[in-house]
């Protein structure tokens, strides 16, 4: 009977077997082994030499021992260099195997850790916005305005009742006041255009100025919308993907204030004419008040069931328009974040964008039905419908003259309508497929802005094309007027911000 050895797959001169595993190996290579490691090869047991069992095996016989120069002496220096190399690649695969199996278990747990991290993250991130969010339930028809604004002291955030406050007749009266002021103002200007507008050869010569590409994150790209602070154009507001809002001051070109709060994106940003606050409306139903100065909230206003699709800001800067998919508009108060007001549409549809007309007692709506509706603000009622678009109403712009309206959907035209004889009297076609985001008349109703597949600037009256901006790599989501038209900014889903002007 052939023994072979365990090790090095040969016959043994003088075999021995393991009382461990029972294997049989070459006396010199188990006992090199276990000198080295102390343990059985096979099964990785401990054991010694002297547990080694000789086994009794007919005598093999050997020529006589060569000298040191002759071949048989060059082929035993091979044999022992052979037997460490069994050894060592013995050892190796014993080595490769044991370390995949702690390279899976840690790959295992480094997984698990990540979930767990991940988790416990959302968790304390709905516990902050629970706690932010906290307020009482009952006693709200008690709550007055010092109150209120003692809690948002207190708490940092506002609470609003859940009941609707209604319009007051103190409210009322302040509304209309403003609204005679804005009116004789308005008379007093005239026709005549202001003192440092752009000219339309101006325009025409526009060039971009910059691009800063990295105001949110790009983990989640895209700016969904913007807005310019009307009393120092240098700052810009833009809402993102991302979940926040950032203001941007363009002259130094850097981020002042990084706005968090929201848990789904920021579909649309209002900065306040004549202070450092911001507004901000997300698909998460709610509308969030900043203080810019201190990045932190000063109110949030849970006006709406669903995703809150529409924002304008009141000329008096005290109150805020909203609409939403639930089919209602709603009218609140930016100081102490109180509905005062909740109308459903008259026909019961989702409502997907909304303005103010530049006055402040009437203002526009639109619908997924392709419907713009005209209301008035101190009656709530419907008073003026536009039909004639077709898909979802995506954006719509009242001029400063007070008498045009743009409106745009997604049909790839921008239609004009004249709100005192309540009627389109001009229809641009764009091209064929042309997607419109945004529509944006400057402060003297000269120019109008259009972003979507690229950003356009019409000149009123004539309505001719007098720049178009191409350099957008994806839609334009968003563009506004600087101070007299001298510059134009615009965002897009490319995570971009551009600035348009004379170089």
Request: hydrophobic content about 40%.
């Amino acid at each position: 009977m052939a023994l072979c050895c365990s090790l090095s797959n040969e016959v043994p001169e003088h075999p021995v077997v393991s009382p461990v595993s029972g294997s049989v190996f070459e006396r010199r290579l188990i006992e090199k082994y276990i000198a080295d490691n102390g343990v059985d090869p096979i099964n990785g047991k401990d054991i010694t030499v002297d547990q080694l069992i000789e086994i009794k095996t007919p005598p093999i016989v050997k020529p006589k021992v060569p000298s040191a120069t002759s071949i048989p002496a060059v082929l035993k220096s091979l044999q022992d260099e052979w037997d460490a190399v069994m050894l060592n690649s013995f050892t190796l695969r014993q080595q490769l195997q044991t370390a995949r199996q702690e390279l899976s278990h840690a790959l295992y747990q480094h997984d698990a850790a990540c979930r767990v991290i991940a988790r416990l993250h959302k968790e304390v991130s709905t516990a902050r916005e629970a706690l932010a969010t906290l307020k009482p339930q009952t006693g709200y028809a008690a709550v007055t305005t010092p109150s209120v604004a003692t809690s948002a002291e207190a708490g940092g955030v506002a609470a609003q009742p859940i009941e609707a406050a209604g319009l007051t007749p103190e409210i009322i009266s302040q509304l209309q006041d403003k609204a005679t002021v804005l009116t004789q103002e308005r008379k007093r200007r005239g026709k005549t255009m202001p003192e440092g507008l752009a000219t339309a050869e101006a325009v025409k010569g526009y060039k971009t100025l910059a691009s800063h590409p990295a105001l949110h994150s790009a983990s989640m790209p895209g700016i969904l919308t913007m807005d310019v602070h009307s009393a120092d154009t240098s700052h810009i507001l833009t809402g993102g993907n991302d979940r926040c809002a950032v203001v941007f001051n363009k002259d130094t070109e850097q981020v002042v204030a990084v706005l968090k709060g929201h848990t789904k994106k920021v579909t649309k940003a209002l900065y306040h004419p004549e202070e450092e606050v911001a507004i901000t409306a997300s698909p998460d139903a709610t509308i969030r008040v900043w203080n810019i100065t201190g990045s932190s909230q000063s109110a949030i206003i849970r006006a709406h069931d669903g995703p809150v699709t529409g924002l304008s800001l009141h000329a008096t800067g005290e109150y805020v328009l909203s609409t939403s998919l639930d089919q209602h508009w709603a009218f609140s108060d930016i100081r102490v974040g109180r509905l005062l007001t909740k109308v459903a549409d008259t026909d019961g549809n989702p409502l997907t964008t909304a303005q103010f007309h530049p006055d402040g007692l009437i203002f526009g709506t639109g619908t997924q039905d392709s419907q713009i509706k005209i209301w008035d603000l101190k009656e709530q009622s419907n008073v003026a419908n536009f039909p004639g678009h077709s898909g979802p109403i995506a954006a719509l712009s009242f001029s400063e003259n007070g008498y045009y309206l743009a409106t745009a959907a997604e049909d790839s035209c921008v239609k004009l309508w004249d709100l005192r004889k309540l009627k389109n009297f001009k229809t641009i076609q764009l091209d064929e497929g042309y997607e419109v985001k945004d529509l944006c008349f400057d402060q003297s109703g000269t120019y109008l802005a259009v972003a979507g597949t690229d950003v356009r600037v019409y000149l009123c009256k004539q309505w001719e094309t007098l720049k178009t901006f191409n350099d957008h790599t994806a839609l334009a989501t968003g563009v506004r007027f600087g101070n007299h038209a001298q510059s134009i900014a615009s965002v897009s889903m490319d995570r971009t911000l551009k600035i348009y002007g004379i170089e």
